[in-house]
């Protein structure tokens, strides 16, 4: 004969097997869904990392490459590590590390290339300013002075806003435009902090357009000029 206490037991598994019969679908469904995520959440890393082990010996190919001054090899190589892994940092500095050899050995075609595909590619804004630095700095060699102003207007990480404006004086005084040229050089002396070494030079373009800042003036100056 049964007890209470089995009475009671059988009842609590009967409204268990009701409430499973009709919610256990749902349950091991939404049970499969959540492990599922968490196995390609692991998976995903994983993945990231073997890219980023892979893309970093890749990377190491191409410096050594560059450090050679072999610049047929830099491309190739550079060509694999975007096939490859485009979405990884290394790739990214890859494509500025490419740039530099190949424009060193006289191929600005091909490192305008690989600057191009950086700037367009490039997960950071810090990349890409720096890739569109240096395009402008091409196209300012090659006469190419609105293709210059355009690139640096897509430069826009707040870090380099300095260099930025100092590349984009560059650009005005090769067209002749020394006022607008003066204007941005004053930016990019104000925004540079005054112990990087490069303010100096920066200086240095003012005091030569006779817009020495305000700082290094010489008191005195300006008055014994006028009074000659």
């Given at each position: 004969?049964?007890?209470?206490?089995?009475?009671?037991?059988?009842?609590?598994?009967?409204?268990?097997?009701?409430?499973?019969?009709?919610?256990?679908?749902?349950?091991?469904?939404?049970?499969?869904?959540?492990?599922?995520?968490?196995?390609?959440?692991?998976g995903w890393n994983?993945?990231q990392r073997e890219?980023?082990?892979?893309?970093?010996?890749?990377?190491?190919?191409?410096?050594?490459?560059?450090?050679?001054?072999?610049?047929?090899?830099?491309?190739?190589?550079?060509?694999?590590?975007?096939?490859?892994?485009?979405?990884?940092?290394?790739?990214?500095?890859?494509?500025?590390?490419?740039?530099?050899?190949?424009?060193?050995?006289?191929?600005?075609?091909?490192?305008?290339?690989?600057?191009?595909?950086?700037?367009?590619?490039?997960?950071?804004?810090?990349?890409?300013?720096?890739?569109?630095?240096?395009?402008?700095?091409?196209?300012?060699?090659?006469?190419?002075?609105?293709?210059?102003?355009?690139?640096?207007?897509?430069?826009?990480?707040?870090?380099?806003?300095?260099?930025?404006?100092?590349?984009?004086?560059?650009?005005?005084?090769?067209?002749?435009?020394?006022?607008?040229?003066?204007?941005?050089?004053?930016?990019?002396?104000?925004?540079?902090d005054a112990k990087?070494?490069?303010?100096?030079?920066?200086?240095?373009?003012?005091?030569?357009?006779?817009?020495?800042?305000?700082?290094?003036?010489?008191?005195?100056?300006?008055?014994?000029?006028?009074?000659?």
């Amino acid at each position: 004969m049964a007890t209470n206490l089995d009475l009671e037991e059988q009842e609590q598994l009967d409204e268990l097997k009701h409430f499973w019969k009709k919610n256990g679908n749902l349950i091991t469904w939404v049970l499969i869904a959540a492990l599922a995520g968490y196995a390609a959440w692991n998976g995903w890393n994983y993945w990231q990392r073997e890219q980023a082990v892979k893309a970093g010996a890749m990377f190491d190919e191409l410096d050594r490459a560059a450090q050679a001054g072999d610049a047929d090899k830099v491309t190739r190589v550079f060509a694999d590590l975007k096939e490859r892994y485009p979405r990884t940092a290394f790739t990214q500095q890859g494509g500025l590390l490419a740039a530099k050899g190949q424009f060193e050995k006289g191929k600005p075609d091909a490192a305008q290339e690989s600057l191009n595909w950086v700037g367009e590619n490039a997960v950071e804004a810090e990349y890409k300013t720096v890739a569109m630095l240096r395009l402008a700095g091409i196209s300012l060699d090659a006469k190419k002075y609105d293709e210059a102003l355009k690139q640096l207007d897509a430069a826009t990480a707040p870090e380099f806003a300095a260099l930025v404006a100092d590349r984009r004086g560059d650009v005005l005084l090769a067209q002749g435009k020394a006022n607008d040229a003066v204007a941005s050089y004053n930016k990019a002396w104000t925004q540079m902090d005054a112990k990087v070494e490069y303010r100096r030079l920066i200086e240095a373009k003012l005091t030569a357009l006779g817009a020495a800042p305000e700082a290094v003036k010489v008191p005195g100056v300006a008055a014994s000029g006028a009074a000659k």
